[in-house]
Every structure is written in C-alpha cells, then in structure tokens.
Antibody, heavy 120, light 111 residues
C-alpha cells in the first residue's frame, strides 16, 4: 500500500520560502507510471494544483504560481519537495502531496495534508 | 488556465439520485477522457472516486458513476446515503499544456 507523508514547518514568515517534503513509502518514486504532485487548499476553499514532477526531474507548474514554485525529487530517499518563495498570508493553506497516475492523470494516493500558516 | 465550473451545492434525500456537473473547455474536459472526481470529508484528504470519466477504483461503490458530454462531465450518486454527504471536486488534465485543473467543489447535502 502506497503511503505519502508531508513534513515541514507549520509556520513561515512573510517574504520567506515555504519548504515541504513528501516521503513516499510502499512504492518506488522512480516508477515510470506516475508523477508526484503538490496540491493546496486554502481554508474553507477548493483544491488548487501547484505542480508535479517526474522521477527524471521534469516538472510542470501552475502558471499562476510558476514564478515562485520549485518542485524537486530525490530518488535515493524516495522523496520529493516543494519550495514556494516570497510567501504572503495568501499562501496559508493545507498542502497535500499526491501521486498522479499516468496517463489517466488522476490523483490516486494522497498524503494527509499539512497546514502551513504564513504569519509574522 | 481557469478552474472548472461546478455548482456550489447539491442535495437529495436518502435513496434518491443526485448529479453534479463539471464544465470546462475543449482544452481540458472536452478534449480528453481525463476527468476524475474526488470526495472530501472535512479535515480529511480527498479520495479518488472516479477516473477517466467513468471508471471506479477498487472499493468505490457502484452507486457512484461518471459521464461526459462535450465540455461537461457529470458525477451521479444513486441511492443516496448519509455517508455520501461531503464535498466533491472534479479534475481534468489538459494534455497540450500539461496542466491539471480542479473544479471549485460542490457540497453535497443528504437531507
């Protein structure tokens, strides 16, 4: 059974960089059938796709966040990471990591989510 | 890249059927059979309910079904049960742009 677990600071100061890591267990991140994704959900709001990465390092980002987002992968640790720079209060959200199945492009496994608050 | 359009709310009585729509464009929903639906309870992660328009993952009751016509996809929940009360989100993949887009979500209430 594949499991994903987010980790990282729950509180980030404005203008700083938000950094989260997703650890994958029960399966290899190097499987060619999947992309590894970040999704966020503002309090009381809907889901917002942030981006995804292939094990080779190819990444695709939401155009509205592209200038501030970097997703990277560490196959040796079976982890992938999110960095979001120059954060503001508008980046306060629950951040989920998820597995995106290719080519049907559905998120079949999700982490439990982690709340990141941007505040001084 | 615009969010897919879903009604903010839907409701039905136990045993009834309810259908939730999800409207996109020819670049996403209408262009490919890459529409999926997710169920989310408060405080929990979303759960995949339907993928590739009308396929159910193992363990999802057959009360849940999906369809698509043109740029609009639909999720139908038949034989409503109290446990179906949740938020539902559609999602689509835009192959040309390699984007993923979600709908705004629909809160399903079982009366």
């Amino acid at each position: 059974q594949v499991q994903l677990q987010e980790s990282g600071p729950g509180l980030v100061k404005p203008s700083q960089t938000l950094s989260l890591t997703c650890t994958v267990s029960g399966g290899s991140i190097s499987s060619g059938d999947y992309y590894w994704s970040w999704i966020r959900q503002h309090p009381g709001k809907g889901l917002e796709w942030i981006g995804y990465i292939y094990y080779s390092g190819s990444a695709y980002y939401n155009p509205s966040l592209k200038s501030r987002v970097t997703i990277s992968v560490d196959t040796s640790k079976n982890q992938f990471s999110l960095k979001l720079s120059s954060v503001t209060a508008a980046d306060t959200a629950v951040y989920y990591c998820a597995r995106l199945r290719s080519p049907s492009s559905n998120f079949d496994y999700w982490g439990q989510g982690t709340l990141v608050t941007v505040s001084s | 890249q615009s969010a897919l359009t879903q009604p903010p709310s839907a409701s039905g009585s136990p045993g009834q059927s309810v259908t939730i729509s999800c409207t996109g464009t020819s670049s996403d929903v209408g262009g490919y059979n890459y529409v999926s639906w997710y169920q989310q309870y408060p405080g929990k992660a979303p759960k995949l309910m339907i993928y590739e328009v009308n396929k159910r993952p193992s363990g999802v009751p057959d009360r849940f079904s999906g369809s698509k016509s043109g740029n609009t996809a639909s999720l139908t929940v038949s034989g409503l049960q109290a446990e179906d009360e949740a938020d539902y989100y559609c999602s689509s993949y835009a192959v040309n742009n390699k984007y993923v887009v979600f709908g705004g979500g629909t809160k399903l209430t079982v009366l």
